[in-house]
């Protein structure tokens, strides 16, 4: 039921008052007279403060087209127009997932001592219906026919194994015979051949994961070292489910291990006390949140994990219909794209083992790194809080960036891969960066609204898209969106900032007799519209 059902509210206050009316006609005639008149300004009312749903926020930053490889530009612009979405989302997905998709095959390093791994984390901000969900879209349906590629040779591996298996049995049995023989000729039993024990089961190839559990996340890390893209659609309920059942802080701990990508160890009791070494702690990170979480991230532990996230908060776009063609086209060059990436083969270590590929800068890739380190120190002598922080990540983050904007162009043309990232590369990287950092100072402004004054924004919305002038607390509680008004305390300050800024008033029960929680609106509000 709508909070604002007016004429339904009118209609059972009829019914209501008819039935008096037939047991007694003179007590009722007047309430009914009430009902048709109602509501009925019982005095003025004052100018209502606009400024509680005003976007105060810093101004949404242009985006910055010299900061995407000139390959990409025209299928970035065709599938935000396909998703109804802002480009911007679209963007910062194709940076976040493709750094899943290069993974720990390439790292970069600007000198010894320092190399990063590709993977980007991203939330995109975004309040319900402003299409983030279908600006991921795309990339999580390539990711899953990735994950599909690699079955075929996943079945191979599984025969090989259950055959290699069946071996092991083999030699196992002919083993124990050989020991039970010695045991009757009192002779020394032979040692188990090496052969006589099963391998280990070939594990599916995994690019994506959603839903799983720290300790299941590890797992799948274990067997996957190339990394993962961690795909959520609520980034607020990831950060809010850590340490659940432990409250060790050992989940947030595995994360910020993951994004340094270094070797993580875990011991199980449940796994006899065998320890689970991952060789390479790597995940991209990429969902969505909506604005009024924002400040239950930034107030969470000081530990630098909220710091590690780019976030982009766009205004949304008006609903369209894509006028433009070539869906079908676009995902192959997705999928063509993101294929490419994923062949690149790991280089190997002194051992043979695989090991990632390491990239160097040339001179001018060299100087931007300079100029972003020396912004950071400069910004670092006033910068406070979640801001000091999160640009203390960016020399790195331009090094991830830089990396993923070089294979991504490599990827779109074919050909050769670089051996190099180029001072052009760098200088996109650095392009994104500024944007990321305006977009990062304004998700940082929705923590000067308190939360009750957050929380009365919503509802002065809701009343300016209704246009009630009567309606009810309980009503909206019970509507889709706003069942955090159930709670007392927080509904009574969302209400009490709407009648302070002149926006609602208690509805005169004195003649009508409506139930408590009944308010009126503003008509200045309406005027106008």
Known sequence: MSPFNEEGMRAAAREYHADRLRRSPVAAAQSILDIETMPKPHDTWPEPDMRLVDDDRAPEPKFDWDAVPPTWRAWLEGTAEECSAPPDYVVANLFGIASAVVGNSRRVSPWPGWVEQPHIWIAN??????NKTPALAPFKRVCAVLEKDAQPGHCAEMRRWKSECEHARAVADEWKQSVKIALKEGTPSPEMPANAEEPPEPPLPRLMIADATTEEAVNILTHNP???ALVRSELAGWLGQFDRYSGTGSDRAFYLECWDGGSHMVD????????????????????TMQPDRLRDIFSGPDD???ARFIYIWPDPVPPRRPIG????GRAAFLLDAFRRLRALDWDRDSNGEPAPKVLRLDAEALDVLDQIREEVATANRTDTGIIAGWRGKNPGRLLRLALVIEMLEMAARGGVEPEIITGETTRRAADFLDYATAMMMRAVGELAHTEAQRHAARIARLILAEKPSIFNERALYQREGFSDSRDKDRRTAAFGELQTAGWIRRANHARTGRPRGDW????CLFQGH
Do not use: D, T
Request: without cysteine; positive net charge.
């Open 125 to 130: 901000v975004g309040r319900p219906s402003s």
């Open 226 to 228: 190339r990394g993962l």
């Open 268 to 287: 199980r009791v449940k796994h006899k006390r065998v320890p689970m070494r991952v060789p390479y702690a790597s995940l991209a990170i990429v969902g």
């Open 304 to 306: 630098g994990l909220a």
């Open 325 to 328: 063609a070539g869906a079908e």
């Open 520 to 523: 009126e609106a503003n008509p």
